[in-house]
């Protein structure tokens, strides 16, 4: 990398480490150019050099930030198999919870541009692949049956996290309750398809 290079990443990352702290603390409304220029300590033509527009700025920004609850587990080697499965969806949930207005933003960023919502696509299928992979390592552990298909439970737990998560966003579901749901919820769909031993693990966590 030359340090021009060096120089254009940097920047990007300030503007994308803004973004996600003015979806956290400031109304979806508020979150101008002029405000992630300031608080990224840029020119707004600095950032119009690195993005096209504010939709991709945020759209990146919402990207980087599940990536890093996507692969906290993994990045921290604590866990494997069905502790992946939890962690996973404990952690989205947990997250989402605990920012509440940057949920809210989060809707609002998925509603824009043609772009973020393919994005939120692409996240969906992020976040399918790191439930597939915990699903294959419980597999190859014995704890899921092996005439299960982990793709297919992936997307069945990705679908009623998502289900979850809107819930909680327009006030169905209170601050804990969408952790609560996710894990109860994964616990019922995984029961039938696991060993004894697992299977007595999951009732435990949905209890």
């Known amino acids: 990398m030359t340090v021009t290079e060096e120089l254009m990443a940097r920047r990007r990352e300030r503007v994308l480490e803004a973004a996600i702290s003015l979806l956290e603390h400031s109304p ?78 989060l809707r609002k960023v998925f509603r824009g541009a043609k772009a973020t919502r393919l994005l939120s696509e692409e996240m969906t299928l992020e976040f399918e692949d790191a439930l597939t992979a915990a699903l294959e390592e419980m597999k190859a552990a014995g704890q899921l049956a092996a005439e299960f298909d982990a793709r297919v439970l992936a997307e069945r737990l990705t679908a009623y996290a998502n289900m979850n998560f809107l819930d909680w966003t327009i006030g169905r579901l209170g601050a804990d309750a969408i952790r609560r749901a996710n894990i109860y919820g994964c616990s019922l769909m995984l029961h039938g398809a696991v060993d004894a031993v697992t299977a007595e693990t999951l009732r435990a966590r949905a209890l």
């Open 28 to 105: 979806y409304e508020a979150i101008t150019i002029r405000a992630l220029a300031e608080t990224s300590g840029l020119s707004a033509p600095t950032l119009y050099n690195h993005f096209a527009s504010k939709d991709e700025i945020l759209a990146e920004a919402v990207t980087l930030r599940f990536r890093r609850i996507f692969g906290e587990p993994d990045a921290a080697g604590r866990s494997r198999g069905l502790d992946r499965v939890f962690r996973l969806m404990e952690g989205v949930s947990t997250s989402m919870a605990q920012h509440r207005l940057y949920s809210k933003n």
